[in-house]
């Protein structure tokens, strides 16, 4: 039997085809990690826009505590600039505005906007 020789050009195309394909596969892991931060980062903001629509304000427990919830989500440089801190009257709008950073540098804002019912 007669071996036949094989061409490099062959083990190239394989190899550049496995390298693309994993840098694929790692940008979109890399892309539904950022999304489930930010549907997080939401389910938080709703979170404390309804428990502020009931008291008026965004109280200092309630502040530490969205803060260590947006933290423990992988949320960082984490800011509230904007977001109603003094007691409102009823039916006025209270204002949450999270703003932060996702993963490798995304940056974000999350605002909600509601009526106090208190």
């Known amino acids: 039997m007669k071996r036949e ?3 490099i050009g062959d083990l190239m195309a394989a ?3 496995m390298l693309a394909m ?14 489930q931060q930010k549907t997080a980062a939401g389910q938080i903001a709703r ?6 629509e009931t008291v008026g304000t965004l109280t200092d427990a309630d502040r530490a505590a969205l803060w260590g919830e947006l933290e423990a989500a992988g ?5 509230l600039d904007g977001t ?8 006025e709008p209270v204002v949450l505005q999270i703003q932060g950073t996702l993963g490798s540098g995304y940056e974000f804002t999350e605002k909600r906007v509601s009526t106090a019912k208190h």
């Not at 979170?47 to 502020?52: A, D, T």
């Not at 949320?75 to 800011?79: A, D, H, N, W």
């Open 5 to 7: 020789e094989g061409s």
């Open 22 to 35: 994993t840098v694929v596969m790692l940008s979109y892991l890399e892309s539904a990690r950022m999304i």
């Open 47 to 52: 979170k404390y826009i309804l428990r502020m």
């Open 15 to 17: 190899g550049l085809c």
């Open 84 to 91: 109603t801190t003094w007691q409102v009257d009823y039916g």
């Open 75 to 79: 949320i960082t440089g984490i800011t």
